[in-house]
């Protein structure tokens, strides 16, 4: 019990931490520098990136640990969604095996990390069912209501990323897709009321729609 306690506290504190892990770039939409293609940029500095995999390393002995102490989650461990993403992690280590043979070590860890998002998937399903649904509800409400605040902000002053020559309010993020995503699944977890439903769906149109392609409209609709 001490264990599943342990790995729910620090799933939502790992959770807390997602609005920093872009908070340079966020920085530089704000002053208007981040150019075209700027989510291939990395400018939040790698000490602060880091936080990611110490928790992935911390969450992988607790997984282990629990896989080792409780019949049950051996069973959560094969069932159907997970052993699908166990199977693409397979596969990401057979790739990384071949990529270190032809082309060294360095270029084949530089290579994973581009996978890693697979990794994020796998812990987060296996800590899921020690999670208290409330407390997860109550991350995730703050989340999305501070992913909106920003969208709302970097919109409002003709802020954040320019996609094909129209800007776009990625908020916290800075692919816009992946603030879409956040929105859909943040809509998925938590409890279905209007509030909800409207915090996920407004930061889901101000992920898509363009800044300048609405503010075009507004300008045909004065004139």
């Not at 940029?41 to 790698?46: E, F, G, N, V």
């Not at 069912?129 to 995730?140: A, F, G, I, Q, Y």
């Not at 094909?164 to 309010?169: K, Q, V």
């Not at 938590?190 to 729609?209: A, D, E, H, Y």
Request: hydrophobic fraction near 55%.
């Amino acid at each position: 019990m001490l264990k599943r306690n342990l790995s729910a506290n620090l799933f939502l504190f790992f959770l807390l931490l997602m609005p920093i892990n872009n908070i340079y770039e966020v920085y530089a939409m704000k002053q208007g520098i981040l150019p075209y293609g700027g989510w291939s940029m990395a400018l939040t500095p790698a000490s602060i990136k880091i936080y990611k995999d110490i928790f992935i390393f911390i969450f992988s002995i607790l997984i282990i640990l629990e896989l080792a102490s409780a019949h049950q989650y051996r069973i959560y461990f094969f069932s159907h969604p997970v052993i699908t993403i166990l199977f693409l992690i397979v596969l990401m280590l057979i790739f990384v095996s071949i990529s270190i043979v032809n082309s060294g070590l360095l270029t084949a860890m530089l290579g994973l990390r581009a996978y890693m998002n697979v990794v994020y998937v796998f812990v987060g399903l296996m800590l899921f069912p020690t999670l208290k649904r409330e407390k997860l509800h109550r991350v995730l409400f703050l989340l999305i209501l501070l992913q909106l605040t920003l969208q709302v902000y970097q919109y409002v002053e003709g802020q954040g990323l320019p996609v094909f020559a129209e800007l776009r309010s990625p908020g916290f993020f800075i692919v816009p897709a992946t603030a879409g995503l956040f929105s859909l699944l943040a809509y998925y977890v938590l409890p279905r009321n209007k509030t909800n439903f409207v915090l996920c769906f407004m930061s889901l149109i101000l992920s898509t729609v363009s800044y300048t392609h609405l503010r075009a409209h507004e300008t045909t609709l004065h004139l």
